[in-house]
């Protein structure tokens, strides 16, 4: 032991003799400062090649050569998104100076939703609108308006509209196998309830392991309503990759990529791309083993999967049922077919959703607290979409769940038998992803935005993907999807190798540029366009 001892601190003793105490000192504080400096930059959560490259794009922008080609592309750009967004007729860009009587406001408002050309009310498009019905409009529209003035955050001024939030977490719970203990809120849409699960356990792994730099393992595929979380949050993404054929996601490598800093893990049931659901139960036995809270996404599919079986469809393990599953996302606003600014968040025990809510004891406006983001809520959304609920019920949702479960396996076959496409994994719910081998798989959602479908593009790898509503239940729509899709995939076949063009090409080269932040600037300009008004250099009478 000694020996073993000497040949440690023999080199030491060496290097010291002869020094004086404020060398020894000097050496001995650089050096460990030093090794802390590099054990920081070694050992973060984001990987050294990845800081490392993104320092290098950003110092390549401080060239002025360099500088000026960006901000020419992004000005293009820029001009570009503008030019196509931009809607005819006038823009109101300062109050009038009456009030607008209210058979003018509402033309006008009735000419504003009829711009765009996309024929969404017969099932052209991918998503966006699940349910379409005059009649349940004509209701929640009514409910709305009787509760419009309402705020849940006044309990004792709308002691009703609590009420009906309750009833609607509640039952969703029920749905979806909570037990007495079970919980939850409700919020103004996906990204809202995965923000509030992310904080959650954020705050509960600060109090309960003292973890100050948290990070949650999660696949490629999960929303990035949990990247957009984590931003907010301070909370570091460890994406962990899918599997190539079934694009769920790899359990070896997410148990590989937990550490002692991990506070959640993600499970999508199912996730945005492809469709498709990863192994939740493996996820929650890993939860288990480390003693880590499960958060299962179910923002897209939620309110479709929990009818699914008794729709006649089987369907695996994905929620409270399971040991280890600690929370769930689910959005009202999409299968469940209420009202935009709709979503729900649950969880198995009330000590993760204590650590959801913010709660200010100091303030001199009194003690306050919040469940959600948001601190005055709209009670009107909370009414409608109990009503819609309520009118469903159980019977409708199975109804509407197995019309749409048979439309999408209906279009999964013709799809998969088509020569030149295939399909990415095996869908769990509505949605399916399509790409080629063949072809830029772009060439053909560019054939298909001409004749009025709008899909949602797909990147790494390059893919398409529709998502099945209620919509596309109508006669005819499946089939005329189908034979659009055979018909331009052979037009395409007679020339594979065309370039892509249009807007469909962005989505090509964007994938190919390896700076990112520029395709965040790209995107920034997109974000931008959308509050495009024209400006106006007369002065104006006010």
């Known amino acids: 032991m000694e020996t073993h001892l000497r040949l440690v601190t023999g080199p030491i003793d060496r290097m010291f003799v002869g020094r004086q105490p404020w060398q020894i000192v000097a050496i001995t504080t650089t050096t460990v400062l030093g090794t802390i400096w590099l054990c920081q930059v070694l050992f973060q959560d984001e990987s050294l090649y990845s800081r490392t490259k993104k320092k290098v794009f950003k110092l390549a922008r401080l060239i002025p050569a360099v500088r000026r080609k960006v901000d020419a592309e992004i000005k293009k750009i820029n001009d570009n998104f503008v030019k196509s967004i931009s809607q005819p007729g006038k823009y109101y860009t300062d109050l009038p100076n009456e009030g607008m009587e209210a058979a003018q406001i509402l033309k006008t408002v009735d000419e504003y939703l009829n711009l765009g050309h996309y024929r969404w009310k017969e099932g052209f498009i991918s998503g966006a609108v699940y349910y379409y019905n005059p009649e349940l409009i004509k209701l929640v529209t009514e409910v709305y308006g009787k509760a419009s003035y309402t705020n849940p955050l006044h309990p004792d001024v709308f002691p009703g509209v609590c ?67 984590a931003k907010y949050l301070g909370i570091f993404t460890k994406n962990v990759p899918v599997d190539k054929a079934t694009t769920e996601v790899n359990i070896a490598a997410m148990e590989r990529a937990i550490n002692r800093n991990t506070v959640m893990l993600v499970g999508s049931a ?53 040991p280890g599953v600690t929370s769930i996302s689910a959005d009202t606003h999409k299968y469940g077919f209420s009202p935009k600014g709709s979503s729900i968040v649950l969880y198995s025990e009330k000590v993760y959703r204590h650590h959801q809510y913010t709660v200010t004891t100091d303030w001199p406006g009194g003690v306050y607290g919040s469940p959600t983001v948001n601190g005055s809520r709209a009670g009107g959304i909370i009414a409608a979409t109990w009503a819609t609920m309520m009118s469903f019920g159980l019977d409708g949702y199975v109804e509407a769940t197995k019309r749409i479960i048979d439309t999408t396996r209906y279009m999964e076959q013709k799809l998969r038998a088509m020569k030149n496409i295939f399909i990415y994994g095996t869908p769990a ?34 893919g398409i993907h529709i998502c099945v509503t209620y919509m596309h239940t109508q006669n005819g729509v499946a089939d005329k999807f189908i034979e659009d899709v055979r018909t331009k995939v052979a037009l395409i076949m007679k020339n594979p190798s065309q370039p892509v063009e249009g807007k469909m090409a962005i989505y090509g080269v964007a994938q190919s540029v390896p700076d990112r932040e520029l395709i965040g600037d790209f995107t920034k300009c997109f974000i931008d366009s959308m509050f495009y008004t024209p400006i106006d250099s007369a002065p104006t009478d006010n």
């Not at 509960?204 to 949990?226: C, D, L, Q, S, W």
């Not at 958060?295 to 409270?320: E, N, Q, S, T, W």
């Open 163 to 229: 009420k009906m939030e309750a009833e609607v977490v509640r039952m969703t719970a029920t749905l979806f196998h909570g037990g007495p203990s079970a919980c939850g809120t409700m919020t103004t849409g996906g990204t809202e309830s995965i923000m509030m699960a992310c904080k959650a356990y954020r705050d509960y792994a600060r109090e309960n392991r003292g973890i100050t730099k948290p990070n949650m393992v999660m696949p490629t595929t999960a929303h990035t309503g949990f990247d957009k979380a």
């Open 270 to 322: 199912p996730n945005f791309p492809y469709g498709t659901m990863d192994d939740i139960e493996a996820i929650a036995a890993l939860g288990r083993k480390y003693n880590i809270p499960v958060h299962v996404d179910a923002c897209l599919g939620g309110f479709l999967i929990v009818f699914m079986k008794r729709a006649g469809y089987p369907v695996r393990p994905f929620d409270f049922s399971i």
């Open 429 to 462: 719910t509505s949605v399916i992803g399509i790409g080629s081998k063949d072809f830029d798989i772009f060439l053909l959602a560019g054939e298909l935005s001409n004749l009025g479908w709008n899909l949602n593009s797909l990147q790494f790898p390059s």
